[in-house]
């Protein structure tokens, strides 16, 4: 794909309001001057998610069939730019979070990226397990040729993520590792290690 530095942001959320804040906050502090959008997918929510993302500079659409694949599809469909990053209601992204993305990017041979993550509600011990055990488990498969998109940190092309018809909503978990198979055939999938969150 050609070098871009637009891009656009998916949130699917059911229910959030006690956690939307998080990721929107985060991408609020977002140390890239470039131009990027943020796309909260209200699928359902019977709270206020839908009233406080649109306190924020977002775009919220709305996907009123159930289910995190159909989410995260109408979202992905919905996105304007080049570059589709993808995160959860739950999550913390760093302030570089899209400088990286971006970064990983500027190669034309890449059309997806991908990180690991911390938990900001877990103990010492769990989080050592996340950062050595579950950082090194994504490393791994990405290096014999099998890379794992996760759903709360991962970017793909739009042009790829077009040609492989996106999310297949008929699956109702691992949706983003279906999509990484799939995706994996268009270019080059990276698992970046200075792409990690807290969820």
Known sequence: MKTTKKISVVIPAYNEENWIEKPLDSLKKQKYEEEYEIIVVDNGSDDNTREIAERYDTRVV??????????????????????????????IVPPNWLQTINKTFQDPDVVGTYGSCTFYDSSSYQNLLAKYGFSGFLRINSLVGKPLFIGFN??????????????????????DVDLSQRVKDEGKIVYNKHLTVKT
């Not at 996907?63 to 999550?91: C, M």
């Not at 991962?154 to 949706?175: H, L, N, P, W």
């Open 62 to 91: 709305t996907e009123p069939e159930d289910g995190v694949s159909q989410a995260r599809q109408t979202g992905f469909k919905a996105a304007r730019y080049p570059i589709i990053a993808s995160t959860d209601a739950d999550t």
């Open 154 to 175: 991962m970017a793909v092309s739009k042009e790829a993520f077009d040609d492989t018809r996106g999310f297949d909503s008929e699956i109702k978990s691992a949706e």
